[in-house]
């Protein structure tokens, strides 16, 4: 995770250096990336990089740290849109994620994440953002449809991992160039068996 020096940063000038990782990721391949292209783009010197991050792995993750809270909060606004209905809010959520991947951008930003190099610090990352979800889990059962079929933030939990498994698997699907009407298939027959089974 970025250290203190990064998250005491004003906001614009956190963003800067966000956009800066984000645009580096969808004009190079991970690889070949060096810690020089992202304090460049930044224009900030190497060293001020490094009292920022560890590495460019680090840089990276708190990217992706950064867009899974945008991914939280409008996974609220959906689902407060759909007046509760959870597999609607999911539903409107993947037609997004697919709009989003037909910008050839973002499919190159997208592939970087699959090819880190490091996918163990990754992995690392997505576990401790795992143990900290219990707090969104709680308002998904107090505001969805959910609360009608689940007892508690475990079971929510459990669907929840199934819709992101789901929506992982038709992610990887598309990265590597498969027809989007399969990708569709795939993704509404297995949330209809989500569903069902709840």
């Known amino acids: 995770m970025a250290y ?5 940063l004003k906001p614009k000038k956190k963003q800067i250096v966000l956009d800066s990782i984000k645009n580096v990721l969808e004009k190079k391949k991970f690889s ?5 292209d992202l304090s460049d783009e930044a224009e900030i010197s190497r060293a001020t990089f490094y009292t920022y991050f560890i590495d ?24 407060e849109k759909n007046k509760g209905m959870f597999f609607k ?18 499919m190159s930003f997208i592939e970087n994440i699959y090819y880190m190099s490091d996918y163990t610090v990754l992995r690392a990352q997505l576990k401790e953002w795992y143990n900290r979800f219990d707090e969104f889990y709680q308002w998904i059962l107090k505001n969805s449809d959910l609360k009608d079929k689940l007892k508690n933030i475990k079971e929510v939990r459990f669907v929840v991992e199934m819709v992101l498994s789901v929506y992982s698997g038709c992610l990887a699907k598309i990265v590597l160039g498969e027809e989007k009407k399969s990708v569709d ?14």
């Open 32 to 36: 070949d990336i060096k810690v020089t």
């Open 4 to 8: 203190e020096k990064f998250t005491q």
């Open 89 to 106: 809010a999911v539903d409107e959520g993947y037609n997004e994620l697919i709009n989003f991947l037909n910008n050839e951008k973002a």
């Open 56 to 79: 460019k792995n680090d840089a990276v993750i708190t990217l992706l740290e950064y867009y899974l809270e945008l991914l939280i909060k409008r996974f609220v606004s959906l689902l």
């Open 185 to 198: 298939y795939s993704f509404k027959y297995k949330i209809k068996l989500i569903e069902k089974g709840i």
